[in-house]
Structures are given as structure tokens and as C-alpha cells.
């Protein structure tokens, strides 16, 4: 029941004889000043505002002002203040706003903004639609700024879904956000081809230099491909030397396996470790995907995954 306040009906002061007073309801705790609120809101950070919606003219708390960091003024208006946010945010923005404002409803976004001195911010909405008799007049709310939690999650959801060795993408990524696109809206759209990768040589170079080196080699090998392939949807390691590259969506067949044989010359380039030069080569396999937009994923890896063991069988 946090948060709520009980009607307890009409109690007479008799009934209160023998009733600690800690046990008195809450509903005889006097409310909090609106003032008093606000200012314990801002004295955690946590900005509020009213953007007047006939006007777009704006009242802001001075945390409000220091999340922007805009001078405090009295004559600041919407118009100028919706320049800070990035595009995808203001798109955003004004998407869930307008709904809101035709629902007479409310919403809550994180949206990115750049601050006059050239600092980004993450910050978090919070508003709700108050109308008056002539429809929606106010959107009022909160503003916070979210930026350390932001980047403390963005740190976590790399951790979990990169590679530790390599820095790529990692299997399960590859997994969910490609093999099994066709059970969820995570595909890659427009996709052009899948190309695997293996290094050719990793076992003689543990077994002659060690792990560390093999190490050394799959690092390597994982910043040449994407050196190859900037343009790459996803470079990930799916294996203990096996590489994927999802690739946009090219017409030309010629130029792709261009690029990938382009790539291979630069995988097989020796790799300098500890005063040694380590020789690994580089053997692919790559699948089309049949159309751009719906393609079978697990049926592409598989194609992949039989034209690479074939080139290795070749070797």
C-alpha cells in the first residue's frame, strides 16, 4: 500500500483511547507541502518542469537548468531547448509527446542531448498531460539525469555480450541476434551475406609457442577482419578459431568475394609475437542471403559453415 492513502471514514476521538501513536493511520499524517516537494526533488537531482502547450513556453527548477546547462532565465521556450537532443531522441520525443498530448495521457523516455559546452547527457522524462476546460493545456513532469547509469549499464551489456579475448561479439550474440532472427525482430535488414572464417594453423602455433601466443593470433586475426570489413553488421568469434562476418546487403558478387580474398591476404600476413613470427592462413565459406530482407538464417549458416569445411578439406 505504499504510496496510497485510505479513507477511514468518520472516526470519533473515543475510539483513539488506548491506540498507541504509532499506531494512528497514515491518513492523519499531515501532507506534505507541494514546495517542499519539489525542493527535496531537486536537491536529489531530479528536475521539475511545465511546458505550457498553447504557448510552449517552459518553467523549470534549477536542476532542470543544470541538467541542460541553459542560464536560468524567465522567457526560455520549447523551441530552442529541443535543438539539444539528438536526432533519434527528439524523434522519439515526438512521437511518444504527441501521443500523449492526443490521449491526454503521459509517457517516460531516456533521451540523449548535447549541452551548450559540448557535453552529452543521457536524461530520463518522466510527464503526464493535465488539461483544463478547453482540452490538453500542460505537460508537466520530471527531468533526471541519468548519464552514469547509462554508461555503468552500456559497460555491463558490452561485458555480457563481447568476446573477452577478442573484443568481438560473442557467440551468444551471434546466436540471438542472427541465428535466430527468424523468432524475433532482431534480424539484420537489409542483409547482403555471412562469411565464416577459421584460422588455418592455430593448433601448431599452441603446440610449438603456447596458449598465449594462440591467444595473440586469434586477437590479431579478429582486428584484421574487422579492419576488412568496416562496413561489417557484426564480426563475431562463434568458436575457439572461427570468425563471422555479417555483411550489408551488395549486388555485386564479384566485388564480395574481392573483398573477402582481400581479406584472406591480410589474415595470412605473419603475426609478430615476443621476437617470433607466427604463420597462420585463413580458410571461408560464404552464403547469400536469398533476399535481402527474409532470409533463412540457420539455413545461410549452414551453406557457410559447408562451403568453409570444404575449402579446408581442399587445402
Known amino acids: 500500500m505504499d504510496g496510497h492513502l485510505t479513507d477511514l471514514g468518520r472516526i470519533d476521538a473515543d475510539a483513539w483511547d488506548g491506540v498507541a501513536d504509532d499506531a494512528l493511520p497514515c491518513a492523519l499524517i499531515p ?14 537531482g531530479i528536475g521539475v518542469f511545465a511546458c ?15 541538467i541542460f546547462g541553459v542560464t536560468p532565465r524567465p522567457d526560455i521556450r520549447r ?34 542531448i548535447t549541452r551548450p559546452d559540448g557535453a ?19 505537460l ?31 557467440r551468444a550474440v551471434f546466436q540471438s541476434r542472427f541465428l535466430d532472427s527468424a523468432r524475433t525482430a532482431l534480424g539484420f535488414r537489409p542483409l547482403g551475406a555471412l ?20 591467444d595473440a593470433c586469434l586477437v590479431q586475426f579478429g582486428q584484421r577482419i574487422r579492419q576488412a570489413f568496416p562496413d561489417a553488421l557484426m564480426v563475431a568469434r562463434i568458436g575457439g578459431d572461427e570468425f563471422a562476418v555479417l555483411l550489408p546487403s551488395h ?17 595470412k600476413t605473419p603475426i609478430l609475437w615476443n621476437d617470433a613470427l607466427l604463420e597462420v592462413g585463413a580458410s571461408y565459406g560464404i552464403a547469400k542471403a536469398e533476399n535481402a530482407i527474409s532470409y533463412d538464417a ?3 549458416f549452414m551453406r557457410a559453415d559447408q562451403a568453409l569445411y570444404a575449402a579446408k578439406r581442399a587445402r
Open 79 to 112: 523551441g530552442e531547448i529541443v535543438e539539444l537532443y539528438d536526432r533519434e531522441s527528439l524523434e522519439a520525443l515526438e512521437r511518444v509527446r504527441s501521443r500523449a498530448i492526443e490521449r491526454a495521457s503521459g509517457f517516460m523516455l531516456d533521451a540523449r
Open 52 to 66: 505550457d502547450l498553447r504557448t510552449e513556453r517552459l518553467a523549470w527548477t534549477p536542476s532542470v537548468y543544470d
Open 120 to 138: 552529452m547527457r543521457w536524461i530520463q522524462i518522466v510527464a503526464q498531460v493535465e488539461c483544463d476546460s478547453g482540452g490538453p493545456a500542460r
Open 251 to 267: 549486388r555485386n558478387l564479384q566485388r564480395l568475394f574481392r573483398r573477402v580474398e582481400g581479406a584472406v591476404a591480410l589474415l
Open 31 to 44: 501532507q506534505p507541502n507541494p514546495a517542499q516537494i519539489v525542493n527535496s526533488l531537486d536537491r536529489a
Open 298 to 300: 540457420e539455413a545461410m
Open 195 to 214: 562469411v565464416l572464417f577459421d584460422v588455418d594453423g592455430f593448433k601448431q602455433v599452441n603446440d610449438r609457442f603456447g596458449h598465449v601466443a594462440g
Open 140 to 170: 508537466t513532469g520530471t527531468k533526471q539525469d541519468i548519464t552514469r547509469q547509462r554508461l555503468e549499464r552500456d559497460l555491463l551489456q558490452q561485458s555480457a555480450e563481447s568476446d573477452s579475448l577478442t573484443g568481438l561479439s560473442n
